[in-house]
């Protein structure tokens, strides 16, 4: 394939991709962190659009019928607004309690090899749970391939805020050996929840999730059968709607284009 046609293929991806992004741009939320139950100079209200973090899972492979399925979790570490920052001084996230996120997930090869650079899966079936935990001891354990799972332990003081399951998304391994995610969910406070996530009223009830790492943060068993994720970032935001079906194909357009583009490379 000629340079000038790749880079048609690139620019065709990655403008149906921002395309589609920009139809739902992050609306904002309001946060009070006296609905967890803190108080004098720990009770803070602020404005975000967004919620930080970074993640961990274990991937079990079946590459010979082009499934996964895993679970894990995600440690939020800071929100922001806009282009600023929030932070922890006026979010208090880190300070006075933690923030984070259990999933479970499974997905089917939609394009490339399995299990390999390029290789693009359609996600089945997401669950999740937000939780806050205010007396700061929840700890963490990364996937390894030697069959642990990403846990967590909780801790003393630890609430859920809310839970959703899968409206549609995508995932994969990237062309630099690196993984990708990206989802839509339905998505439900609980009345702690509604405490903590002040506004607006009734809450989103759509989430969106977006989470990447680089080849350091993806290691393989030697069988092939596990994939540990130790280093994936990304974040959360929200919307009141689910978006038209024809942005979210927009949004899977884009990165199978770019999934192709991969192979082609190879190829030529």
Same mark, same amino acid.
Not at 125 to 142: C, I, M, P, Q, Y
Not at 147 to 171: F, N, R
Not at 181 to 204: D, E, H, W
Not at 219 to 234: E, V
């Given at each position: ?10 620019? *065709?991806?990655?403008?149906? @991709? ?48 082009? @499934? ?14 806009? *282009? ?63 069959? @642990?799972?990403? @846990? ?56 969106f999730d977006e989470f990447n790492n680089t080849t350091q943060g993806l290691t393989f068993s030697a069988d092939g059968k596990l994939a540990a994720i130790t280093n994936a970032s990304g974040g959360v935001d929200f919307n009141g709607q689910v978006p038209e079906p024809t942005t979210a194909s927009l ?18």
């Amino acid at each position: 394939m000629k340079f000038s046609m790749r880079k048609a293929i690139i620019a *065709a991806a990655v403008g149906a @991709t921002l395309s589609a992004g920009s139809a739902f741009a992050a609306p904002v939320f309001t946060v009070d962190t006296a609905g967890l139950g803190l108080t004098g100079s720990s009770a803070k209200t602020f404005d975000a659009d967004f919620i930080s973090g970074f993640s961990s899972e274990l991937l079990h492979l079946d590459n010979t019928a082009g @499934t996964a399925t895993g679970s894990g979790w995600v440690q939020f570490t800071s929100f922001k607004n806009g *282009a600023n920052a929030v932070l922890p001084g006026t979010s208090r996230l880190g300070v006075d309690y933690q923030l984070y996120l259990t999933f479970s997930l499974s997905d089917v090869l939609v394009s490339g090899t399995a299990g390999s650079p390029g290789a693009v899966y359609a996600l089945n079936s997401l669950t999740f749970d937000v939780w806050a935990d205010t007396g700061v001891d929840t700890s963490f354990t990364e996937a390894n391939v030697n069959g @642990t799972e990403a @846990t967590v332990s909780v801790g003393t003081a630890d609430v859920k805020l809310g839970s959703g399951s899968l409206i549609t998304g995508t995932a994969g391994f990237n062309a630099l050996g690196g993984v990708f995610q990206n989802a839509i969910a339905s998505f439900a406070l609980t009345a702690a929840g509604s405490n903590f996530f002040i506004a607006p009223v009734p809450f989103y009830s759509v989430a969106f999730d977006e989470f990447n790492n680089t080849t350091q943060g993806l290691t393989f068993s030697a069988d092939g059968k596990l994939a540990a994720i130790t280093n994936a970032s990304g974040g959360v935001d929200f919307n009141g709607q689910v978006p038209e079906p024809t942005t979210a194909s927009l949004i899977g357009m884009g990165l199978l284009g770019l999934g192709a583009l991969s192979r082609k490379r190879k190829a030529s």
